[in-house]
């Protein structure tokens, strides 16, 4: 007899919240029945996430009348996946930032979450695409058109657009934006 979905769902308390919220396997954040006012059972309810600007589902956790913002995803991980290497990040397997079922994550580095979105097509990171970059793909062109730079003349093109001489250097020597031809 195969289990159905409710059947394999696993709730844990949340670690730090000492019994307010516990959370699933499947990535559903819930109060937990308790006794209420005058000995009443009061149902525990699934809070509802709400998405973040970065495109995660997030819930407010309360404790000693403070409210905390947590990630979904951060919360499921943490409660159910050993962080055997102390790695900072929470990683989506299939890149769906919205699945947060435990066999979608893992944890990561920096470097290999960056290398998993580029793998799944996620990000560009090369030029505009770089959330570090303050060039523009014609600041390049229009850096690389003038021949024979001097010293003085990259840096004072690096003050224009905001960057290093070293930078403009870079550019025009083609060791940054390759891509650009």
């Known amino acids: 007899m ?18 307010l919220y516990e959370v699933s396997n ?5 109060k937990p ?11 525990g309810n699934t809070l509802k ?6 495109g995660y589902y997030m819930v407010v956790l309360s404790k000693d009348n403070k409210n905390n913002y947590k990630n979904i ?4 991980a943490g409660n159910f996946i050993p962080n055997l ?15 947060n079922n435990v066999e979608n994550l893992e944890w990561n580095t920096s470097k290999e979450n960056i290398d998993h979105a580029k ?6 990171y090369e030029g505009n695409g770089n959330p570090s970059s303050k060039l523009s793909e014609s600041d390049v062109l229009e850096i690389r058109k003038k021949k024979n730079w001097n010293y003085g003349d990259r840096v004072k093109l690096g003050k224009k657009y905001g960057v ?3 930078c403009i250097a870079q550019i025009i020597n083609r060791d940054t934006w390759r891509h650009i031809k």
């Open 2 to 19: 195969e289990l159905t979905k409710e059947q394999r769902e696993i709730w844990k308390p949340i670690v730090g919240y000492d019994g």
């Open 26 to 30: 499947t990535g559903k954040v819930k």
């Open 33 to 43: 029945e308790r006794i209420g006012w005058r000995n009443k059972i009061v149902c």
């Open 49 to 54: 996430p709400k998405i973040t600007s970065n």
């Open 73 to 76: 995803h951060r919360i499921v």
């Open 85 to 99: 290497y102390n790695k900072p990040q929470v990683n989506h397997k299939d890149g769906n930032k919205l699945n």
């Open 119 to 124: 793998k799944l097509g996620l990000r560009n």
């Open 164 to 166: 290093s001489g070293r």
